[in-house]
């Protein structure tokens, strides 16, 4: 049973232009939401994260946008850069019943960007 | 300060045999997280240590188990191999374990089951 769902497995986008990376999640308990990027051969690094109480946060050229009623998150990264090229990870949270949390991630969607 | 180590990197073993691996969180996090990396399903989640104590587990079989000794260091077992427990093992630690203190990853070990 996937909660978190990023329904496109690859994603190619030219450098300058804007990507955006989408995600789904089933599970209406999740309350925090986040980006890992992940490049060969290293650990998925944390990118930018939103909470449940809002619908925008920006870092940068990176903007992630939820969409609570469609249960839907998209990361937008504007321009894009040869060095954005990696696997993105959407993941989600909520609280349990110990008041900590586990990280449920999607599937993964390999960006690449063309110079 | 030092990054998440993880060791071995690779590992190759065979249908039926027991693996240890092992993480080595930052200097002063107390929570290591275990994910299992495939493709076509992403990370799932295995367990979370805090203090010794696993706090969280995912849908996994009894083979896997973990421990967690007091400087925080980690290991995950994985016992009577089959040929789909071959993955990307990666663990994660953090300050203690809410994911609004980021979490941060290993390189992970890359188990082979021939």
């Known amino acids: 049973d996937q909660q978190v769902k990023q329904n496109s497995p690859s994603l190619s986008v030219q450098e300058g232009r804007i990507s955006i990376l989408n995600c789904d999640y089933t599970n209406s308990m999740f309350d925090y939401f986040l980006w890992y990027k992940k490049y060969p051969a290293e650990g998925p690094t944390f990118l930018i994260s939103i909470s449940s109480i809002k619908d925008k946060n920006e870092d940068g050229r990176f903007t992630v946008f939820l969409n609570k009623s469609a249960k839907h998150l998209s990361l937008h990264i504007v321009p894009s850069q040869p060095g954005d090229s990696a696997v993105y990870f959407c993941a989600a949270s909520a609280e349990s019943n110990f008041g900590n949390e586990k990280l449920t991630f999607g599937t993964g969607t390999r960006l690449t960007i063309i110079p | 300060k030092a990054g998440v180590t993880q060791t071995p990197r690779y590992l190759i073993k065979t249908r039926g045999q027991q693996v240890t691996l092992s993480c080595s969180p930052i200097?002063?996090?107390?929570?290591v997280s275990w994910y299992q990396q495939t493709p076509g399903q992403g990370l799932q989640f295995l367990f979370e240590y805090f203090s010794e104590t696993q706090r969280n587990k995912g849908n996994f079989p009894g083979r896997f188990s973990g421990r967690q000794f007091s400087n925080s260091r980690s290991e995950m077992n994985v016992s009577t191999l089959e040929l789909g427990d071959s993955a990307l093992y990666l663990c994660a630690s953090s300050w203690n374990g809410n994911p609004y203190n980021e979490q941060f990853f290993g390189p992970g070990t890359r188990l082979t089951v021939l």
């Open positions: 200097s002063g996090h107390r929570s």
